[in-house]
């Protein structure tokens, strides 16, 4: 019933049973008012997912701790075009942290640093978590990390598109016990589009940034494994991986 409900009646009430983020956590998030002195002291976080034309948009998700603010939707745009106006955002707004999909994004990751703006972090989605024994991969540990924020953090209210995205994505479990998250191209099969909206969101959570100089980029790029262009090192994340960093 709660499918039928969710996808065919296109209610955004109903939530599936193996869905990660529950639709009733959304709404409370929507719903939530936040003080100033909630999140202005924190670093401004931003997500972005790339897309390059089709039916995909580029979004851009900006955060400050326990608030995420109205995101930025990119449509029509190529990778340089795209990596002109990310710069722009940049200069205008300072965030600590930008954390871009590696999948689609490296022409504009490499437009980036080329133009140097080292905030600018890659993450591989389809690559090794952090917390391997638990999630299939980062994809899985960020959707999830986003959805335990969801219990105190705030939403924008006027943006239907990132709420609606947020419950979408599926979950089972692999062979190893290890949380596994729809696929994106399973997604857009069953309902039509990428929850790109999502997607934004949950990079915002690709890793903790304080502001101060305990967590610097450098402490943010060395947990990911992220070599001095800018780019994942997986060799260098099998010998963390086997020194049991």
């Known amino acids: 019933p709660n499918k039928f409900e969710q996808e065919y009646m296109c209610s955004f009430e109903a939530s599936n049973d193996d869905t990660l983020i529950p639709t009733s956590r959304v709404i409370a998030a929507r719903q939530r008012v936040l003080l100033p002195e909630d999140y202005e002291n924190s670093p401004l976080v931003c997500g972005v997912d790339i897309a390059r034309f089709g039916g995909d948009n580029t979004v851009l998700q900006p955060r400050r701790g326990r608030r ?6 990119l449509a029509g745009l190529d990778n340089m075009a795209v ?7 940049i200069e205008t707004n300072r965030p600590k942290a930008m954390f871009i999909d590696a999948g689609r994004g490296e022409g504009v990751i490499d437009r980036l640093h080329r133009l140097g703006y080292n905030q600018v972090i890659e993450d591989p989605f389809n690559g090794v978590a952090l917390n391997e024994s638990k999630y ?13 924020w969801l219990k105190t953090g705030s939403i924008p209210n006027d943006n239907p598109l990132l709420a609606m995205d947020l419950p979408i994505p599926l979950y089972e479990y692999d062979g190893k016990g290890r949380i596994k998250l729809e696929s994106k191209k399973d997604i857009k099969a069953r309902i039509g589009r990428s929850p790109d909206f999502g997607d934004a969101a949950a990079l915002t959570f690709a890793s903790p940034v304080k502001d101060d100089a305990s967590d610097s980029l450098q402490t943010i790029r060395n947990r990911h494994n992220i070599n001095a262009n800018g780019r994942y090192d997986s060799t260098q994340a099998y010998k963390n991986r086997k020194r049991g960093r």
């Open 68 to 73: 995420m603010f109205h995101p930025v939707e």
């Open 83 to 89: 990596a002109d106006r990310l710069a722009a955002y």
């Open 136 to 148: 299939a991969n980062r994809r899985a540990e960020v959707w999830d990390t986003m959805g335990t």
